[in-house]
DNA sequence: TACATGTGTTAGTATTTGCTGACAGGTGCA
DNA sequence: TGCACCTGTCAGCAAATACTAACACATGTA
């Protein structure tokens, strides 16, 4: 883990929506459209902020057909714990690895 | 600890710039003007750095008088503990507190 | 055919953030 | 007086991010 890759992570969560959304889908695998609905927002806009989710691990995301046929496209939060203490951002920063996780 | 204030927390660190200022911070406070010298920084955008690193909590800083009479201002790294999973998210949306921390 | 549902992408705009240069003011010292 | 330090703030520009509207295309059903 080095700064770069540390604050990337922290930037994919550094987000209400996005917290919002790893909410939603803790526990529980979306589609796109219906998780859409549920956080009122746009197809598009969803779909850049689970982008950014995906890129950095905290959602995964698969193809799956429903019963009618339709593709539909599932996430789920991916389990994981971040710990961040000032010891481990020194550690990133002078790139050290293997410190947190 | 609602998603707002976790976000706010997690953007004040989402920054190589700003894990780079804690960790030099860490256990070695610092003068504004020096800490500018070593992070190769403009003080007026290292201020802004550490704004928000102070208004969230992670550094905290105090005017010193020098032996020669000169007002400096220290900055430390304030000890923390931010541990991030999917359920502290989920309590975080639900606007639970007292979940972590 | 037409409609409701879904995926996926793009161009363009609005908003936020990061950053620079310049300023005003203070102390100590030659 | 002038120089070398220091704190603190502001206007303005550059770059990154968030967001909207619209498109193309597919399936099932009336």
Do not use: C, W
């Amino acid at each position: 883990m080095n700064a770069e890759e540390l604050s990337g992570q922290l930037a994919a969560i550094a987000s209400t929506q996005r917290l919002g959304i790893i909410a939603h889908l803790v526990g529980e695998p979306l589609h796109v459209s219906e998780l859409a609905r549920r956080m009122e927002m746009s197809r598009a806009l969803l779909y850049m902020h689970l982008a950014k989710l995906e890129a950095a691990g905290f959602v995964t995301g698969h193809l799956e057909l429903s019963d009618d046929g339709k593709a539909l496209k599932f996430f789920q939060a991916v389990p994981f714990e971040l710990s961040i203490t000032p010891a481990v951002i020194a550690a990133a920063v002078n790139n050290e690895e293997g410190t947190n996780g």
